[in-house]
């Protein structure tokens, strides 16, 4: 691993800062490296407003979103809520059927089948819209390339509403209002909102048309927090207020939906991170394993024993998604092996039987082992489908493009896209996208890196920094958790492997005369032999709270430990 430090801030704003704040060098620094340099936007920060959102109508084509809808409504048209099968997709149709049907009962949801219709808008989402008379569709996280499909629904005098947050082509779809802050010519003050974040947008601007405030949305925002964590997109500006208000809302009073899936873990208080690793992989799953719209009905869904019943569903969809994407791992690395392809820039790895639920999750296991741009393909109709990952500081996308010769379509973002081709291209467009990320990636991004914000003795590890670090959170891109370095460490004599065979590592630390403090190292087991005998190490980790019989104590969650 690459240990990277932050550059020291301006001696001359950390001083400011710590005098407007009366905080702690040491938090002032971290405060800067956020972007933050005064009172206000420290306030901002820790009290994030929901007052601070801004205003829906700033969105390009946001203005003939409403009114196409209020239109709708006011003659009696059928409307259909379009979203793909992930949680962003099916998180958001939840959020606006649900928000619209309130008001109006005309309102049904739509989710295209993985399998049958792959992702995005789809012809035959159109034509059971014309079969069953909906007049206008409302795409969700999906549609900013579906040109040729928003064509073809108006050949059947059907209008649609595209709401996406992806990277727009060279060409907008032509449709009654296209709402995507990544447009060229959108305005709108933050982009990086995810798919249920513009749905968000989007009923918030048709509230205010009937006198809401932004106040009695709340109730929706437990779904964007949970589209925001697992769409990894930044926790900032919007998206920060956005979060932190659904994660309170999460902890407090949960849909139902999420009430039948928290009650069968033991967490008093669900952080963003366990939103992502115990929430999102289960609304996954049902569009993995069997059908998105299982999601969507148990988001939906207000009865706390039906929810329970629906709960139970994707549960076992979930189990079943994990040991398939375990099996598929361990072919995919031996299929990397069997090729001598361990040293190459990229994994490219295929088979026809993989199940297509599951390839992204692999994408993300094999980079994990081989940290390197990656995609899984398989068979998916008569073409080939893939899922893309990247490492951190690589555009993959932008690699898809100078293989766009090979390639019948693809979308996405700079860490994930998919795309599909055709099977006799396979071959061709694994060695193209290896020469494309050879020539164009940093060796460097290569190698994991660990991001250190700022080096600290042990003795400054207390409960009122620990309390202070509590209110960085929500955590993600754009405001991750803090990581320090400390030197010149020892174990206590404590040191020693645990876990299955003993993969993690376990150890009390100190350092000159400090009082000992634990800590964990997940995946560090084969680092044992560094500590023993009080040999001498440096440290790179987060400060985390462990709770054991009712005492909580603080803990180094250990990243990694080198040789002092």
């Excluded at 792959?118 to 795409?139: P, T, V």
């Excluded at 393909?377 to 293989?403: E, H, I, M, P, W």
């Amino acid at each position: 691993m690459r240990w990277t430090i932050k550059p020291k801030s301006d001696p001359t704003k950390k001083q400011t800062l710590i005098e407007a704040l009366k905080v702690e060098p040491l938090v002032a620094e971290l405060l800067l490296q956020r972007g933050i340099t005064n009172y206000g936007e420290a306030r901002k920060f820790f009290r994030p407003e929901l007052e601070d959102l801004h205003d829906p109508f700033l969105m390009k084509d946001m203005d003939l979103a409403v009114a196409r809808i209020e239109q709708a409504i006011t003659d009696n048209e059928n409307i259909l809520i379009y979203g793909d099968y992930d949680v962003d997709g099916t998180t958001a149709v939840a959020l606006v059927s649900s928000y619209l049907l309130r008001r109006y009962p005309n309102v049904s949801t739509y989710i295209p089948d993985r399998y049958e219709e792959g992702y995005g808008i789809s012809y035959a989402g159109i034509d059971f819209a014309d079969d069953n008379d909906f007049s206008l569709i409302i795409a969700l996280d999906c549609g900013i390339k579906a040109l040729d499909k928003v064509t073809y629904a108006k050949e059947k005098n059907i209008d649609f509403i595209i709401c996406d947050h992806h990277r727009p082509g060279s060409q907008i779809p032509n449709a009654v209002a296209v709402l995507d802050p990544k447009r060229d010519d959108c305005n709108y003050p933050y982009d990086e909102l995810c798919g249920c974040g513009v749905g968000f947008k989007l009923i918030q601007a048709l509230g205010s048309k009937s006198g809401e405030t932004v106040q009695d949305l709340v109730p929706y925002l437990d779904l964007v927090a949970t589209a925001i964590g697992a769409d990894i997109v930044p926790i900032t500006g919007e998206n920060r207020i956005l979060a932190y208000y659904g994660l309170q809302l999460i902890n407090s009073n949960p849909r139902i939906g999420f009430k039948a899936i928290i009650d069968q873990i033991k967490k008093k208080t669900l952080t963003i991170t366990d939103v992502v690793f115990i929430i999102a992989p289960r609304i996954n799953a049902a569009g993995r394993m069997k059908h998105g719209q299982h999601a969507v009905d148990l988001l939906k869904e207000t009865d706390l024993e039906r929810a329970k019943e629906f709960a139970a569903a994707i549960e076992a969809f979930n189990t079943d998604r994990r040991g398939l994407d375990q099996e598929i791992t361990l072919e995919a690395l031996e299929q990397i092996r069997k090729n001598n392809e361990e040293d190459r820039f990229t994994s490219v790895v295929y088979k026809d039987t993989w199940h297509k639920g599951v390839i992204g999750i692999v994408a993300s296991r094999l980079t994990d082992t081989y940290y390197r741009p990656t995609l899984v393909f398989t068979k998916s109709g008569d073409k080939l489908a893939a899922s893309a990952r990247s490492v951190k500081g690589f555009d993959v996308y932008n690699a898809l493009q100078g293989c766009a010769d090979c390639i019948e379509q693809f979308g996405g973002h700079k860490y994930a896209a998919g795309l599909t081709l055709l099977e006799t291209k396979y071959d061709e467009f694994k060695e193209q996208f290896e020469k494309v990320v050879s020539q164009t990636i940093d060796p460097n991004l290569l190698t994991r890196e660990i991001v250190i914000d700022a080096a600290i003795n042990l003795k400054q590890i207390t409960p009122k920094l620990m309390r202070i670090l509590k209110q960085f959170e929500p955590f993600g891109p754009g405001n991750m958790t803090p990581i320090f370095m400390t030197e010149d460490l020892s174990d206590t004599g404590y040191a020693k492997g645990v876990g299955e065979d003993q993969k993690h590592l376990k150890l009390s630390a100190v350092q000159n005369g400090s009082a000992p403090i634990g800590g964990i190292g997940f995946g560090l087991g084969e680092k044992l032999p560094m500590v023993t005998h009080r040999k001498k190490f440096n440290a790179a980790f987060s400060i985390d709270e462990n709770e054991w019989q009712g005492n909580v104590s603080l803990q180094l969650k250990l990243r990694d430990l080198r040789e002092a």
